[in-house]
């Protein structure tokens, strides 16, 4: 039997505090597309001007994304958003919604997009292992523990 663990520092919470709103996910969705300019963002989110604007400002002060300033010919100079280490590692959780979805909400059709390996052309599945290997089928077989950070609530 596990341990109830509860936290004043949880990293759910904190996480959901980032990205845990749908124009943020919308936003990481098309950047991990590589869509990286601002009209072309709003083109594709269909996001408010203004929402979209205040998402990328907060994604690019969290360290998800970065502006790199750019040009084009005849033009006043702007960003475009490119991913960060911290921002690309988020593609797993974005990869877990969408099996989500197209498990769960998706059309009586089917998914409408299907995440291939670019090698080999096989489609990409998720899988959870322990560090021994271990393939680890779903909660009833992890155990949490207090980590070196737990803040522990009082009782």
Not at 110 to 139: I, S
Request: net charge positive.
């Amino acid at each position: 039997m596990s341990v109830r663990i509860r936290v004043d520092n949880c990293s759910i919470e904190r996480t959901l505090d980032i990205v845990g709103e749908k124009w943020t996910f919308l936003v990481l969705r098309e950047a991990f597309s590589g869509v990286r300019r601002f009209a072309d963002m709003q083109a594709v989110t269909g996001a408010p001007r203004q929402v979209l604007s205040a998402r990328l400002n907060r994604l690019v002060d969290e360290g998800l994304l970065r502006k790199v300033p750019y040009r084009d010919p005849g033009q006043r100079q702007r960003d475009e958003y490119r991913l960060t280490q911290k921002g690309r590692d988020l593609y797993p959780i974005l990869v877990a919604l969408m099996h989500w979805g197209d498990k769960y909400v998706a059309d009586d059709d089917g998914p409408p997009v299907l995440l291939t390996h670019r090698d080999c052309g096989a489609a990409l599945e998720q899988h959870f292992r322990c560090a021994d290997g271990h393939e680890v089928e779903g909660p009833r077989e992890v155990t949490a523990l207090p980590g070196s950070g737990a803040k522990l609530k009082s009782a």
